[in-house]
């Protein structure tokens, strides 16, 4: 579990210095995707509920929506 540990610390605050730096931006959807992933990975799904949750808001926010994001992380979030 060490390495999850490690590995969701670092996906956390990528995604928390993507968002301040383009906060409408692909880049941060994938961000916050990904460590829902960790997240789930690692059992910890109400967080990772709430990193999908994020993804979603912002992949519906882009300018050129991105259906496949959005299809994707639905059903991540039906996982959790």
């Known amino acids: 579990h060490a390495e999850y540990t490690r590995a969701i610390g670092l996906l956390e605050r990528a995604a928390r210095l993507s968002e301040r730096a383009a906060p409408a931006e692909a880049d941060t959807a994938e961000a916050w995707e990904r460590?829902?992933?960790?997240?789930?990975?690692?059992g910890r799904y109400d967080?990772?509920?709430?990193?999908?949750?994020?993804?979603?808001?912002?992949?519906?926010?882009?300018?050129?929506?991105?259906?496949?994001?959005?299809?994707?992380?639905?059903?991540?979030?039906?996982?959790?």
């Open 35 to 42: 460590l829902g992933v960790a997240l789930t990975s690692a």
């Open 47 to 80: 967080e990772a509920a709430e990193a999908l949750a994020r993804s979603l808001v912002v992949a519906e926010g882009l300018r050129t929506p991105d259906d496949g994001r959005r299809a994707r992380v639905l059903g991540l979030l039906a996982s959790v």
